[in-house]
């Protein structure tokens, strides 16, 4: 599984942009409204960790998927099961805590 920063999704995201990447964020609903991204050339999709085997259908397997938590673990355990189901994807290493630190001071840290 291939892990990359959050200032390197862009990129990432350019270069799959005929497939229509996806951003899975994972984290809980109260993360989400506490802090949230919605980069550009990404569709951002919401669906908590403990949700992902049953909302498993409502995710297209021609698509990539980054995905993203809070610093990376849950993100990364979502990713391998992903890739096991047969999907293209990522983990945004760092999570966004590491994007408000790295690229966005203004993305509230918690």
């Not at 996806?22 to 550009?40: F, I, K, M, N, Y």
Request: aromatic share 6%.
């Amino acid at each position: 599984m291939q892990h990359i920063t959050p200032a390197q999704l862009s990129d990432w995201a350019a270069n799959m942009a005929a497939r229509r990447p996806v951003l899975l964020d994972v984290r809980e609903g109260w993360e989400c409204q506490t802090a949230s991204v919605s980069p550009a050339g990404l569709e951002f999709v919401h669906m908590p960790m403990q949700t992902i085997p049953a909302r498993l259908d409502e995710l297209d397997k021609t698509r990539p998927v980054a995905c993203l938590c809070h610093h990376g673990s849950r993100s990364m355990q979502v990713a391998a099961y992903l890739a096991q189901q047969g999907f293209e994807v990522i983990n945004v290493a760092g999570g966004i805590h590491a994007w408000s630190t790295q690229l966005d001071p203004n993305i509230p840290t918690y």
